[in-house]
């Protein structure tokens, strides 16, 4: 009984999981520090550096939007508006980090991994474009949203709670 609960347990932290069908692979890890916001745009650029609770996708959102999942070495990007935005990961928990979006500005967040309970818990870092490149250590995988995937927004409440669980963070309206 031990050896199966040691089993399951290992399996759930470093799975071999798989993104899911909405993302789209597009290449083999391109040099993400030369990438450029869309004129007039910021952009973010989201990874995960870490095979840690591998089998396990963290959900991205800006704002309420859906815009990617992460899971081991890799990274998705995408456009932001300028000015004030919340990107939330989501797993077991949620943690958001604020950006204050500047135009033709590339922006990079860093998925962490910890111990959860029944899932991996995910905490966000704005890091340098060389960091994250350096941690991606030359293997990793560059995806994209399909474009043709339906996708549901982060709930009311739960981006109440993220917002709240900022710190320093006033209570978020819905």
């Avoid at 990874?47 to 396990?56: A, V």
């Avoid at 979006?101 to 111990?115: C, H, I, L, P, R």
């Avoid at 949203?145 to 709240?164: C, F, N």
Wanted: proline share 5%.
């Amino acid at each position: 009984m031990k050896r199966s609960l040691l089993a399951f347990s290992l399996l759930a932290l470093f799975g071999t999981g798989c993104l899911p069908s909405y993302m789209v692979k597009i290449e083999k890890c391109p040099d993400l520090r030369t990438i450029k916001p869309q004129p007039g745009k910021a952009a973010l650029v989201v990874g995960r550096t870490t095979s840690f609770g591998n089998g396990n996708n963290f959900e991205h959102y800006l704002g309420r939007d859906f815009i990617g999942s992460t899971n081991g070495y890799g990274f998705f990007v995408t456009a932001m508006d300028t000015g004030d935005q919340f990107v939330t990961a989501q797993s077991e928990n949620h943690n958001t980090v604020y950006l204050k979006a500047e135009a033709d500005k590339t922006y990079y967040v860093q998925d962490g991994v910890s111990f959860g309970i029944m899932k991996p818990h995910v905490f966000l870092d704005r890091v340098h474009a060389d960091s994250m490149y350096k941690n991606m250590e030359g293997d990793c995988n560059f995806y994209a949203l399909d474009t043709k995937a339906k996708v549901d927004k982060l709930d009311p409440d739960e981006w109440v709670s993220a917002q709240e669980a900022r710190p320093g963070a006033t209570p978020a309206k819905k």
